[in-house]
């Protein structure tokens, strides 16, 4: 049989839910609004059957341009092109009958203090938090939650406008540029509310894996290796996660329990949590594909790919029928982002192209080019000019990989 997805606004990880269906003889339809920063790449334009051309966040168009499309040649699995595209994905999923989220799932995974309420409820240990509209509020937030603490916005992403704070007087900063942004990432303004949430030391990591049929399954826990602190830039990811076997399985349980509070009962999700010494504690869970190219280094680890195996759980297909396993590639991968150090811009990358010929890395990307302009702040994936994707024979020779990388690739800005 020929299915049809639908992949509403694909960017990032979920380009390859385009590449996977396609590369089954699939049929592929995308809904973009093609214009004021919601483009999709030219890859994606040429792989697709057919372009719906609509707002993708305005629910009710969106809606109506995907049921035209559906009544006149059905579509049979709808997934979302990004964090932001959750819920239209559910929605639309409604909609034409089939597999999604449902229920508060939708608006458990996208507002963070929702989350955190559900996850607690399930008698899971979260951190302290407390919402805040106004920075009027925040000094009783502050005193409720104590500090440090993390101050970020309840529904965005990619680490934009996440921060430490060590005092009220960080913490009203930190509160008032979220209030002040005006920049839109996929022309959704902020919401205003935000979060202020007890700062929990130790390692980060992320599970990551599906849900179909009542089944949830963490296919890899990755180690995410983050730049200097107040900020929480991802630098590099490492899978698997260089731990011992027990403390994966601790992570990798407790990742499962997360899911299931929220109502992830059907397609991917990507949790992150950090290694306390009391345990895992939850950061967030996302209904999503892993980004920083955690899938790719989940698929080359494992044989399994994870936007097949979405696909196949969405339209009922056999995962074998579906190419969801295939050959293991290493035994270890990971991945290093260069950034400017917030110069501005730069010259050259010395050393790169005697890394990159190296026989262990698998590719390296140049995502800024010399001589243009790269964001001063260091604070998100934005920043990030660079990056190389590598091989290793173990997780702990991967983490070793990924600091020669920062030791052989000089980044000259003057």
């Known amino acids: 049989m020929l299915f049809r997805v639908l992949v509403v606004q694909p960017a990032f990880s979920a380009i390859a839910y385009v590449a996977h269906a396609r590369s089954l003889g699939w049929d592929v339809v995308v809904a973009s609004f093609e214009g004021e920063g919601r483009w999709v790449a030219d890859s994606v ?37 990004g964090e932001y595209y959750v819920p239209a994905a559910a929605r639309l999923s409604a909609r034409l009958g089939l597999p999604g989220l449902v229920g508060a799932a939708v608006d458990q995974v996208r507002h963070k203090a929702r989350m955190l309420e559900a996850v607690a409820g399930a008698g899971l240990v979260v ?65 205003g509310e935000v979060m202020v949430e007890e700062y929990v030391a130790g390692t980060e990591y992320s599970a990551d894996g599906y849900a179909d049929g009542g089944e949830v399954r963490v296919v890899a826990v990755t180690r995410k290796l983050l730049g200097p602190e107040p900020r929480f830039l991802e630098l590099g990811h490492l899978t698997p996660a260089p731990l011992e076997e027990d403390l994966r399985r601790e992570l990798a349980s407790y990742a499962a329990d997360v ?82 150090g917030g110069a501005g811009s730069y010259l050259r990358l010395e050393g790169w192209e005697e890394l990159t010929a190296e026989p262990w890395v698998t590719g390296g990307h140049v995502l800024v080019g010399p001589g243009s302009p790269v964001a001063r702040d260091e604070v998100d994936y934005s920043c990030r000019i660079a990056a190389v994707v590598f091989t290793a024979e173990s997780p702990q020779q991967a983490y070793e990989r990924w600091l020669e990388i920062g030791d052989r690739v000089h980044v000259i800005t003057t």
């Open 259 to 340: 899911v299931r509070a929220v109502g992830i009962t059907t397609g991917p999700f990507h949790c992150e949590l950090r290694l306390s010494e009391g345990g895992p504690v939850l950061i967030e869970v996302a209904a999503r594909l892993p980004g920083g190219k955690i899938t790719e280094l989940m698929e080359m680890v494992t044989g399994l790919s994870l936007p097949g195996r979405v696909l196949a759980g969405l339209t009922g297909v056999d995962p074998q029928d579906a190419g969801v396993y295939g050959e293991l590639v290493a035994k270890a991968a990971g991945i290093r982002f260069l950034t400017a």
């Open 45 to 81: 334009r040429s792989a697709a059957s057919e372009l719906i051309v609509a707002d993708t966040n305005s629910g009710d168009v969106l809606e109506a341009a995907v049921v035209a499309s559906h009544e006149r040649n059905a579509i049979h699995a709808v997934v979302a092109g």
């Open 127 to 191: 951190p302290r938090f407390a919402v805040v509209r106004s920075v009027a509020e925040l000094d009783a937030a502050c005193a409720e939650v104590g500090f440090p603490a993390v101050v970020k916005p309840v529904d965005s992403g990619g680490s934009v406008h996440v921060s430490r704070v060590d005092c009220l007087e960080e913490a009203r900063g930190a509160v008032a540029a979220i209030h002040a942004e005006e920049g839109r990432e996929f022309d959704r303004p902020l919401t």
